[in-house]
T-cell receptor
Framework: NAGVMQNPRHLVRRRGQEARLRCSPM?????VYWYRQLPEEGLKFMVY????????ESGMPKERFSAEFPKEGPSILRIQQVVRGDSAAYFC??????????????FGPGTRLLVL | GENVEQHPSTLSVQEGDSAVIKCTYS??????FPWYKQELGKRPQLIID?????GEKKDQRIAVTLNKTAKHFSLHITETQPEDSAVYFC???????????FGKGTTLSVSS
């Protein structure tokens, strides 16, 4: 059972370009979370998605950032017109569908975005 | 929203000693508290978690305690080894009942 997959692992963009980060959850997992980690800091929640639905995007900047999790294919985190401050590691996590209790989140290897 | 404070930010111990990392949270509705270990350049990996219906959980050299009244939980590592050196993050379930809110991390260094 493959773990959470993310690609690319490293991404270099110039200011003003677009960055697309992809996440394939673990088999059987229908919940995807995106987190951002700045150097020597903790993980900050950005957005929580289920298939074709954004459940909670309270941690995502209102401008330039968007996320989707289509019926088929990976979840995509899209950053338009990147700025230097977007340089960070972006981690995706997935969890299985749960009932009333929180399910364990398993993290992917991350995408390290560098904006020049 | 939920806020998680983690202490200390750095911790240095000798091999064989115990290490304790403490976290407090603000949302009394939170019910799930995982701990993740992150080695340099790697993904966070779950090492242990606890839910609010228990006060303590142990897995070999690692244990977690939870005090819901005081809204704090702690990670205990006994008989530390150099390979325990990493950054440890505590987290609490966010208000939405889904997102995790993380502490800022503790860099643990175990010297032999």
């Amino acid at each position: 059972n493959a773990g959470v997959m993310q690609n690319p692992r490293h991404l270099v963009r110039r200011r003003g370009q677009e960055a697309r980060l992809r996440c394939s959850p673990m088999k059987g997992h229908s919940h995807v979370y995106w987190y951002r980690q700045l150097p020597e800091e903790g993980l900050k929640f950005m957005v929580y998605l289920q298939k074709e639905n954004i459940i909670d995007e309270s941690g995502m900047p209102k401008e330039r950032f968007s996320a989707e999790f289509p019926k088929e294919g990976p979840s995509i985190l899209r950053i338009q017109q990147v700025v230097r401050g977007d340089s960070a590691a972006y981690f995706c996590a997935s969890s299985p569908p749960g009932g009333d209790s929180q399910e364990t989140q398993y993290f992917g290897p991350g995408t390290r975005l560098l904006v020049l | 929203g939920e806020n998680v404070e983690q202490h200390p930010s750095t911790l240095s111990v000798q091999e064989g000693d115990s290490a304790v990392i403490k976290c407090t949270y603000s949302d009394s509705a939170s019910n799930y508290f995982p701990w993740y270990k992150q080695e340099l350049g790697k993904r966070p990996q779950l090492i242990i978690d606890i839910r609010s219906n228990v006060g303590e959980k142990k897995d070999q050299r690692i244990a977690v305690t939870l005090n819901k009244t005081a809204k704090h939980f702690s990670l205990h590592i006994t008989e530390t080894q150099p390979e325990d050196s990493a950054v440890y993050f505590c987290a609490a379930e966010g208000q939405a009942g889904t997102a995790l809110i993380f502490g800022k991390g503790t860099t643990l260094s175990v010297s032999s």
